[in-house]
Nanobody
């Protein structure tokens, strides 16, 4: 069994900052790419940022320059530092990880339960 647990969401005023965390636990052999997605009410889930094991990153255009993704491979953890937040960043943010468990070959996608981020104007 593998679990991804997010934390750090909340309510913040426009221009403020929040830091999201995601920790993977369970029968993990290795964690490959990790990422953050978000879903606003009435909209499809969208990619926010990804990071590989070696630290290569990708950002959606909407967040580039404002958000920073990072990870701690020793802790199977990932973070999203969100600065200069805008009301349009309001969404449920989901942690994603591509994980190989100790019980099988190959990898599977795992998702966290989501954490709400609300940015007031």
């Amino acid at each position: 069994q593998v679990q991804l647990v997010e934390s750090g969401g909340g309510l913040v005023q426009a221009g403020g900052s929040l830091r999201l965390s995601c920790a993977a636990s369970g029968s993990i052999f290795s964690v490959n790419v990790m990422g953050w997605y978000r879903q606003a009410p009435g909209r499809q889930r969208e990619l926010v940022a990804t990071i590989t094991t070696s630290g290569s990153t990708y950002y959606a255009v909407a967040v580039k320059g404002r958000f920073t993704i990072s990870r701690d491979n020793a802790k199977n953890a990932m973070y999203l530092q969100m600065n200069s937040l805008k009301p349009e960043d309001t969404a449920v943010y989901y942690c994603y990880a591509d994980i190989r468990t100790i019980t099988k070959w190959g990898t599977d996608a795992y998702w966290g339960q989501g954490t709400q981020v609300t940015v007031s104007s």
